[in-house]
């Protein structure tokens, strides 16, 4: 039972003051979250708490390999629809 921080994370320090378990470390090149001390805020909190302040959609991985913050969940621009913005924008 751990998260894992990926690629995509841009150092913001915004999680790691959060996390009761102090798991989540500095590292290079993003923080890491250490599975030995992460305890995915089981019993202390009902969401977990890195997810819960991210500013970056899809960093943070549950045990599952699933984003807790998925494309489109903060932004709330469903992916598809970013994608196609996207394009025409490069297409200009």
Not at 13 to 30: D, E
Not at 87 to 92: F, T
């Amino acid at each position: 039972m751990a998260f894992q921080i990926i690629a995509g994370c841009v150092n913001c320090w915004a999680c790691a003051p959060l996390c009761p378990s102090a798991a989540i470390v500095a590292a290079t090149p993003h923080f890491r979250i250490d599975a030995k001390l992460c305890t995915e805020c089981d019993g202390v909190y009902a969401d977990p708490q890195c997810a819960s302040i991210c500013p970056i959609e899809g960093v943070i991985l549950d045990s599952a390999g699933v984003p807790l913050n998925p494309p489109g969940s903060l932004t709330g621009i469903p992916p598809e629809r970013l994608a196609a913005a996207s394009a025409e924008i490069r297409a200009r």
